[in-house]
């Protein structure tokens, strides 16, 4: 599998102190999740250019989508609705804040569950 551990880390950072915050490598990527729910990831397909990718669920897609650098998640062929990636090359520490925030809006709102293996 492969991810971006420059992203990755740039995520722990941002993360860093918040409760519940654990990460598992899936979808391509480094996933970090709160309390079970998956919120971000660091992610890049060896031709691809690296990128994050955030769960703002499908209420907050339209928004997500009109911000720079953003685009929906597709991955073997099928739409991800509610998950957007975002180039890394537009995601400053600025941008990481805000696309954290509205992942965490999202994703806060849903019970905890255990994260499994």
Do not use: T
């Not at 740039?10 to 970090?32: A, D, H, N, P, T």
Request: with cysteine; aromatic share 6%; proline share 2%.
């Amino acid at each position: 599998m492969v991810y971006d551990e420059e992203l990755s880390d740039r995520l722990r950072v941002e993360l860093e102190g918040i409760m519940g915050i654990s990460e598992k490598r899936m979808m391509g990527g480094l996933c970090f999740f709160l309390d079970g729910n998956m919120l971000a990831g660091a992610h890049r397909i060896k031709s691809e250019e690296p990128r994050f990718m955030f769960r703002v669920g499908k209420d907050n897609e339209a928004e997500a989508l009109g911000r720079e650098g953003a685009e929906i998640v597709e991955l073997g062929g099928r739409r991800m609705g509610g998950l957007v990636f975002v180039a890394a090359e537009v995601c400053d520490q600025a941008a990481l804040r805000e696309w954290i925030s509205l992942s965490m809006s999202f994703v806060a709102g849903l019970p905890a569950k255990e994260l499994k293996g």
